[in-house]
C-alpha cells in the first residue's frame, strides 16, 4: 500500500512539471491591435498617425487640361514667347496637360499653438515636352516641368518657414479661372520666405515677411548699351544677385461676411556693371541701388444670392516691382499672325532700365486691376466672370536718349524715335463654368480674350524664330482668344 501511494504522488508531480513545461511553452497573449484613429481637431480628412498625438491628412488631385491658343493650367495666353507667333507652323495650336497633385498636412499641439508641416508636389506630362520629361528615365530634370513641389513649409507659433504664397498676394488665380490672368501678384508656385502672423482678434491679421524675389518678382533690368529688345523675347537682364529680401507687411480681415487686405512689399531694384566685361576696364561702374515698392487693397465678398457666391476685386500700384500686377512673368509681350500677316503687336515689362556710364536707374511704373463675379446656379454647377487690366509706363521722352522712353526706343529696331513709345496696356475679360456631377468631380470649360494697346505707330522691322527678317510690319493693337477645358479629381486636397 505504501508503495501504490509513493507511486501515485510520483506520477502526480510528474504531471504537474509536463503540464507547468506545456504552460510555459504556450504563447503569451497578443497585446491589442492599435487601428488608425480619426482626428477631429483639424477638420475633415485628418487621422492620428499610429502611436503618436501626430494627425495627418493626405491629399491632392488628378487633372487633365486641353489648351487652346494658349498653354495649359494656367501658364498664359499666346501673347508672349515664341507663342505669340501662334499662326506660324511651329506654334502649337493646342496644348494638353496631364498632372498628378499630392499634399501631405502633418499637425500636432504643442504649449505654443500648432505645429505644421505641409508638402504639395507632383508630376506632369505636356504636349512636346521631352523625352526625360515624362518620367521614363533616370535623367529627370526639374527645368522640364516634369517633377515639381510649389509648397513646402513649417508653421509654429505665428512663423511660417519655407516655399508657399507670399503674404503679399490676395487674389488667387485659380479662385475664377483657370487661364492664367494679370492685374495682380500670384505666386501660386510658391516662393521663398520667412514670415510672422499676429492675431489682432475679430479676424484681424498682421503679417510681417522676408521674401526671396529673384524667381517670383523680378522682371528684368534692361541695359541699353548691352543688347537690344526682340520680337517677343525677354530684354537683357541686367539685375544684380540678391542682397536684401523683398520686405512685405499685410494687414487682413477675414469674418463672415468675406475678406479684406491691405498691403506693401519694399524691393531692392540692384543693377550690375554698365559693361558686363573685366573689372577695371572702362564703363564698368554700375548704377546705385533703388527701392521699388508695390502696395495693394482688396476685397473677397460672399454675397447672399446663393451659397459660395461671391465678389472680389484687388488693385496695385507699382515703382519697380512689375511681378505684382502680371502673372506669367512676362517681360515681353507680341503679337504676330503668320508669314502672311501685315500687322504686329508688342509691349515690354521690365523693373528699371539705364544706359552708359554715369547714368542711374530709371524705375517702371505699373498699376493692375482685377475683378470677378462667382454664382453657384445649383450647388454643383458655377460660373465666374472675371476682367482685369494692367498698364505699364515709362518716364520721360522717347526722343530723349538718357530717359526711360528713349533708352527703351533705341532698342527697338527700325522704329523711328518720333513713332516709338513703350508705354503699354492690357486687358483681359473672360469667363469659367464648372460642373461637378458627382462630389470631388470637376469639369470645366472657359473662354478669355486678351488684348495688348500698345502706343507705339508706324512700322517696325523687329524678327524672331519664324518670321522674315528686314519686312516692316505695321504696329497695331491685338488681340487674342484663347480656351481651356479640364477635368479634375480631387482628394482631400
Not at 165 to 194: E, P
Not at 200 to 228: K, W
Not at 421 to 441: A, C, F, K, Y
Amino acid at each position: 500500500m505504501k508503495m501504490v501511494k509513493s507511486l501515485l504522488l510520483g506520477s502526480a508531480a510528474t504531471f504537474v512539471a509536463a503540464a507547468g513545461v506545456q504552460a510555459a511553452d504556450l504563447p503569451m497573449k497578443a497585446k491589442a491591435v492599435e487601428y488608425v484613429k480619426v482626428c477631429s481637431l483639424y477638420g475633415a480628412g485628418y487621422y492620428y498617425i499610429p502611436g503618436t498625438d501626430t494627425c495627418i491628412k493626405i491629399g491632392g488631385y488628378v487633372r487633365f487640361d486641353a489648351a487652346f491658343n494658349g498653354a495649359p493650367s494656367g501658364a498664359g495666353p499666346y501673347i508672349s514667347g515664341a507663342n505669340s507667333r501662334f499662326n506660324a507652323a511651329e506654334t502649337n495650336y493646342y496644348n494638353w496637360r496631364t498632372r498628378y497633385n499630392t499634399s501631405f498636412d502633418v499637425r500636432t499641439q504643442t504649449e505654443y499653438g500648432t505645429l505644421r508641416s505641409y508638402i504639395r508636389a507632383g508630376m506632369q506630362y505636356t504636349t512636346g515636352a521631352a523625352p526625360n520629361a515624362q518620367g521614363d528615365d533616370s535623367a529627370l530634370r526639374k527645368d522640364d516641368g516634369a517633377v515639381f513641389y510649389d509648397r513646402a513649409f513649417i508653421q509654429f507659433a505665428g512663423f511660417t518657414f519655407g516655399k508657399t504664397v507670399s503674404f503679399f498676394d490676395f487674389y488667387s488665380n485659380a479662385g475664377m479661372s483657370n487661364v492664367s490672368t494679370l492685374g495682380a501678384a500670384d505666386s501660386g508656385n510658391g516662393m521663398n520666405l520667412a514670415a510672422y502672423t499676429a492675431m489682432l482678434g475679430n479676424g484681424v491679421s498682421l503679417s510681417i515677411e522676408a521674401g526671396d524675389p529673384a524667381t517670383h518678382r523680378r522682371m528684368n533690368i534692361y541695359n541699353g548699351a548691352n543688347g537690344a529688345f526682340t520680337f517677343g523675347g525677354a530684354s537683357t537682364n541686367s539685375y544684380g544677385g540678391t542682397e536684401i529680401p523683398d520686405i512685405t507687411a499685410a494687414l487682413r480681415v477675414d469674418q463672415a461676411w468675406g475678406s479684406a487686405q491691405v498691403a506693401g512689399v519694399a524691393h531692392q531694384v540692384r543693377p550690375i556693371y554698365y559693361n558686363a566685361g573685366t573689372p577695371g576696364t572702362t564703363n564698368n561702374g554700375r548704377p546705385d541701388d533703388k527701392w521699388g515698392f508695390a502696395v495693394m487693397a482688396g476685397m473677397n465678398i460672399n454675397l447672399p444670392w446663393a451659397k459660395g457666391d461671391r465678389f472680389i476685386v484687388s488693385g496695385t500700384y507699382t515703382e519697380g516691382v512689375l511681378g505684382t500686377v502680371q502673372k506669367n512673368g512676362s517681360t515681353a509681350y507680341s503679337i504676330w499672325k503668320g508669314q502672311s500677316a501685315t500687322d504686329m503687336t508688342l509691349g515690354y515689362a521690365v523693373d528699371a532700365v539705364f544706359n552708359g556710364t554715369g547714368t542711374q536707374l530709371q524705375l517702371t511704373t505699373g498699376w493692375g486691376a482685377v475683378a470677378g463675379i462667382e454664382h453657384y446656379w445649383v450647388p454643383n454647377l458655377r460660373t465666374s466672370l472675371l476682367g482685369t487690366y494692367t498698364a505699364i509706363r515709362y518716364s520721360g521722352s522717347s526722343t530723349d536718349a538718357t530717359s526711360a522712353k528713349g533708352i527703351v526706343c533705341a532698342g527697338i529696331t527700325g522704329l523711328a524715335a518720333a513713332s516709338c513709345n513703350p508705354d503699354v496696356n492690357l486687358w483681359q475679360l473672360g469667363s469659367r463654368t464648372v460642373w461637378s456631377p458627382v462630389p470631388n468631380l470637376d469639369l470645366s470649360v472657359e473662354g478669355f480674350y486678351t488684348r495688348i494697346d500698345q502706343n507705339n505707330s508706324g512700322t517696325s522691322t523687329l524678327a524672331a524664330g519664324a518670321m522674315p527678317t528686314g519686312v516692316a510690319r505695321n504696329l497695331v493693337d491685338d488681340g487674342v482668344w484663347s480656351f481651356n477645358f479640364r477635368a479634375q479629381r480631387n482628394f482631400w486636397n
